[in-house]
């Protein structure tokens, strides 16, 4: 009965041919011993688990190690995002996404905010550049946390910042 049917199939396909999608055609086995791929997992360049699914079969969750190896200032996830219906060996490694960062301007320390800039980790980027009030000169931006420092350029901060102006008092008069 299987003969019978696998032949079925096979003409069918082969008069079938032309209007069959340019794509490789998997023919179905008739064997009925499973095929089983390997999903390697790997951080760092380092492979840290191995697991052997079935063709066509889903990753049980649990199986899936945790990333280990972290970066201050990117989050980590696996490449793939979806492992159901494993068709081949796979390799995959951690990715990691720099963390966008909120800079909050205040013209008064304890003030609303007056502006906010979003920054990326590891990625250039600018102060605003000043602000204006009418009876006072901006002169620079400084932490609201005496402990933290601005970063230079590129911003190596893994967090947010809260900045208020420094002032000078001035006349237009002179």
Known sequence: MKKILGILVIITMFFCHGCAPKEEIELPSFDDT???YTVSFVQEGQETKTITVEKGKKIDENQIP?????RVGYTSAWEESVFSFIKS????NVVYTPNEYKIF????????????QIVTFDE???LLNGASESDKKFVRWT??????NIPQETWTKDGNLELYAIWEMW???G
Do not use: M, R, W
């Open 34 to 36: 499973p095929t089983y």
């Open 171 to 173: 006349s237009p008069f």
């Open 143 to 148: 932490c609201v946390n005496a402990e933290e």
């Open 89 to 92: 060996d796979l390799t995959v």
């Open 124 to 126: 250039e980027f600018t």
């Open 105 to 116: 301007y205040y013209l008064e320390k304890d003030g609303e905010v007056y502006y906010t």
């Open 66 to 70: 945790q990333i280990i190896s972290k």
